[in-house]
């Protein structure tokens, strides 16, 4: 189903007058660059439980059982491009008095598309640390079958990510909070809403008065929070928005 231009009216309107806007993203945005999602048909945790691998207590259990599943991930997300809807938003952030990218992705793919700020929730796998004493670890080549081994303590290497049951980084959340409670619209790209604390900033967002807008398509558990709603693909929908915000602008400066 795609978007009917009403609510692309609407949508566009609505940033036109926005001076502050925080895109919150979801592993939809990056599906259009080949990287799998989590919850969607043929997603990743179809095929594998999420306890058996994205916890602490999988990663203590099975250490290098992990680490493989990662390096497999490493290598998709290597080869994948940042698509249209990841440069659409680069492209909106001049346009704004303050325009944040808070994502739930690991890929980096919204820095490689060149939005300048960009809020990381759940780590990065480009980034790995021990275990034990959460030292970073950078090394030139990664083993692909085996957890390193810490230098310092001899604890476990593991990727940058943030697992269920372990605490978001503090610093990034507060950070993206702030974001949210003073922005005038949130668009929430991509993202089944399934994944707490995430997930509550968009009810943050409307608590605080700002216009939600969803960008999925399909309905999400983010749904009844959204006042306006896109229902097509990133790659397909971000770019008309940034076109007619532009066109908007345009006409605006003309009367201006
Ligand atoms: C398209 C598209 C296209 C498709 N264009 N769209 C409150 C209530 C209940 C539970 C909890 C709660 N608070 C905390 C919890 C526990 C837990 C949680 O949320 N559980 C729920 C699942 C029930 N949360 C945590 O454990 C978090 N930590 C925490 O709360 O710490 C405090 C604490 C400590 C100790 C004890 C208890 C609490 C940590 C969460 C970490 C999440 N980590 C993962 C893995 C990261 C590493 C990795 O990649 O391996 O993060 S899980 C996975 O889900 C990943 C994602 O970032 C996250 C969100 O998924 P996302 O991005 O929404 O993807 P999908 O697949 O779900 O959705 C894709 C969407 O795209 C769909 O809607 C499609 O329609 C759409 N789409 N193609 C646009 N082309
Ligand atoms: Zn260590």
């Not at 604390?197 to 009844?224: D, H, M, R, S």
């Amino acid at each position: 189903m795609s978007a009917d231009g009403t609510a692309y009216q609407r949508a566009a309107e609505r940033l036109c007058q926005a001076r502050r806007v925080v895109a919150f993203t979801g592993a939809g945005i990056s599906a259009e660059s080949g990287i799998p999602t989590f919850r969607d048909p043929g997603g990743l945790w179809e095929q594998f439980r999420p306890e058996e691998l994205a916890t602490p207590e999988a990663f203590e259990r099975n250490p290098d059982r992990v680490w493989a599943w990662y390096q497999h991930r490493r290598r998709v997300i290597a080869a994948a491009e940042p698509n249209p809807g990841h440069y659409a938003l680069a492209a909106m952030e001049p346009h704004f008095e303050e325009f944040t990218v808070v994502t739930q992705n690991i890929d980096q793919l919204h820095q490689r598309a060149g939005s300048r700020r960009v809020l990381e929730l759940h780590g990065s796998i480009l980034r790995n640390h021990c275990h034990r004493c959460g030292r970073p670890y950078e090394a030139p080549n990664l083993p692909e079958e085996r957890a390193p081994t810490c230098p310092h303590c001899g604890g476990r290497i593991r990727p940058s990510v943030v697992w269920f049951g372990e605490l978001l980084p503090e610093d990034v959340f507060a950070e993206a909070e702030q974001a949210v409670a003073r922005c005038d619209v949130l668009l929430s790209i991509g993202t089944s809403g399934e994944v707490y604390p995430a997930a509550g900033l968009v009810w943050q967002a409307k608590l605080a008065g700002a216009t939600v807008i969803e960008v999925n398509p399909n309905p999400t558990e983010l749904t009844p929070a959204a006042d306006i709603a896109l229902r097509g693909s990133a790659a397909t929908v971000l770019p008309e928005l940034l076109r007619r915000l532009c066109e908007c602008r345009q006409k605006l400066s003309k009367a201006g």
